[in-house]
């Protein structure tokens, strides 16, 4: 428990970090449309864009089914 504690504050001092050197905005133009928005908040927009289709393309792909192994293949621990 004490572990995940530490991991989460080292990644929220990364992203309190990175979140501080890029608050420049920045100007996006795509077709008809320009929007200012910071470096960091595009990343991250981008970054849960790129999660969320993954896990879409993830969902549709064909499963593999793994063979069945009778009981007595089981190995023991």
Avoid: C, Y
């Amino acid at each position: 428990m004490r572990t995940k504690i530490e991991i989460t504050i080292v990644l929220l001092l990364l992203v309190i970090v990175f979140t501080v050197q890029n608050s420049d905005p920045v100007s996006v133009t795509l077709w008809f449309w320009k929007i200012s928005i910071s470096k960091a908040l595009l990343i991250f927009s981008l970054l849960a864009v790129g999660v969320v289709l993954g896990l879409i393309v993830g969902s549709l792909a064909p499963r593999k089914k793994l063979p069945h192994l009778p009981p007595d293949h089981v190995q023991k621990l």
